[in-house]
């Protein structure tokens, strides 16, 4: 009969095996050598490098619109709370009689503190991403830099 000890250290050294072995995999998938890549691919990094830093980052505000929403509403005066006094967002709706429901003011201060609005705001920015990467991208396709 195996020894309780034999056996649990047995587990550990498999279980250190599968750890280094997962880490193996994940560092060689975020790692990509230019000697790897297509010749093509290398090419075009090399021909476009504002065309990808475009894509790039269109990508990013198409998969994570709230990295770009919440700073901007914040910026305009939208915050969690409400509006913020003293604000870009204060002097519209100072000015703006009455504030109509589900109209662009309203729907930003819903975003902005969490509501209705985060979904419409947040996907007409996703939309944005992905017009701005596809212009971005056929900008690069037809001789952009």
């Known amino acids: 009969m195996v ?5 649990s250290e047995g587990l550990r050294d498999e279980v250190k095996n599968e750890q280094h072995a997962h880490d193996n995999v994940k560092r060689r ?7 790897e890549a297509p010749p093509n691919v290398i090419e075009f ?12 980052a269109n990508s990013v505000i198409t998969v994570c619109p709230w990295l770009l929403t919440g700073p901007i509403l914040s910026l305009l005066g939208f915050g969690p709370g409400g509006v913020i006094g003293g604000s870009i967002a204060a002097w519209i ?6 504030i109509v429901r ?29 017009v701005g990467a596809v212009i971005a991208s056929s900008f690069g396709f037809f001789g952009g830099r």
């Open 45 to 56: 990094i090399g021909r476009n490098p504002r065309t990808l830093g475009l894509i790039a």
């Open 29 to 35: 998938a975020v790692q990509v050598h230019e000697d």
């Open 3 to 7: 020894s309780e000890e034999v056996l």
């Open 93 to 98: 709706q100072s000015i703006t009689h009455p």
């Open 102 to 130: 589900g109209g662009i003011f309203a729907t930003l201060r819903s975003a902005a503190m969490g509501g209705f609005g985060t979904a419409i705001v947040n996907g007409l920015t996703s939309a944005a991403g992905v």
